[in-house]
């Protein structure tokens, strides 16, 4: 189990189906270790969200590989991929139904305690037993009305309760403020070891503690470190920092 949530892009570049031009992504390689937390940062557009959906398959690459525990993703059933990580995607998708069958969805099977577990992790728990109807609250026409930020720690609770191998936040707490975004990280690092966890965001206090950052500007990896080392070497780094 020594590879369990390695990933390996190797030269990977990326256009979208019958577009012409730049590529999305150009030649990017780097190595995130099982375990490890993986910042990726960079101005919109620069192709933070196109990168990490080459993972689960839901693009393949133009060039190059990206391995998953050391196997080449076009080797790999997406279906089993997509069981091995979850994915909370920028925009949050609660449906019309209770809380608790908004956290299970895509686990039926997960049990109240696990539910219930993931909603601490993911800072959700306090603020549900604050609601009237708790976790059996219906989200949505007619119901509780959540907040961006609660509705992203819901979308977060209901992607750990799967349990993955990795674990990608697409800009998962831009809404979120950020001592509570600090306790999600603090309750994964806690309770989800050995956790692969990708991190996209905008601003820096969101992956300034990951083992290491990626950065990205126009498609292109500039800059791959800890917030030490790019704040001293990275010019476009330092360009975020400042901003
Ligand atoms: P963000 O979310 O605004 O911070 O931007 P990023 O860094 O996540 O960038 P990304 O990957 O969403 O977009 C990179 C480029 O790819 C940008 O020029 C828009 C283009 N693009 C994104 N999604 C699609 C898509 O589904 N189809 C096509 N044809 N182009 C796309």
């Known amino acids: 189990d020594g590879v369990k949530g390695r990933i390996d892009f190797e030269r ?18 780097f190595t995130c270790l099982p375990g490890e937390t993986l910042g990726i940062i ?7 969200s196109s990168l990490v959906g080459l993972i689960p398959r839901f693009y393949d690459v ?9 196997v080449d993703v076009r080797k790999i059933d997406p279906k089993w991929l997509r ?24 686990k039926e099977d997960a049990t109240c305690e696990e539910v219930e577990q993931a909603a601490k992790m993911a800072q959700a728990h306090d603020f549900l037993v604050r609601t009237p109807d708790g976790y059996e609250a219906r989200v949505g026409q007619g119901g509780i009305n959540f907040s961006g930020g609660q509705k992203q720690r819901l979308s977060i609770a209901r992607a750990l309760v799967r349990q ?15 001592a509570t975004e600090a306790k999600i990280k603090e309750a994964l ?55």
Request: aromatic share 6%; proline share 2%.
């Open 42 to 48: 960079g101005s919109t557009g620069s192709g933070k």
């Open 164 to 178: 993955p191998e990795i674990l990608i936040l697409d800009d998962s707490t831009s809404a979120v403020d950020v």
């Open 12 to 29: 990977v570049s990326f256009s979208y189906e019958g577009e012409q031009g730049e590529p999305v992504l150009k030649n990017i390689t």
């Open 62 to 70: 133009t060039e190059g590989t990206i391995r998953v525990n050391g």
């Open 189 to 243: 690092r806690e309770y989800a070891q050995g956790l692969t966890c990708i991190l996209i965001a905008q601003r820096i206090t969101s992956v300034m503690d990951a083992d290491k950052i990626v950065v990205l500007d126009h498609g292109e990896l500039v800059g791959i470190g800890t917030h030490e080392s790019l704040r001293e070497t990275c010019r476009v780094y330092q360009e975020i920092f400042q901003s």
């Open 83 to 106: 069981e091995k990580m979850s994915i909370v995607p920028q925009k949050t998708t609660l449906f019309t139904g209770t809380v608790m069958e908004n956290i299970r969805w895509g």
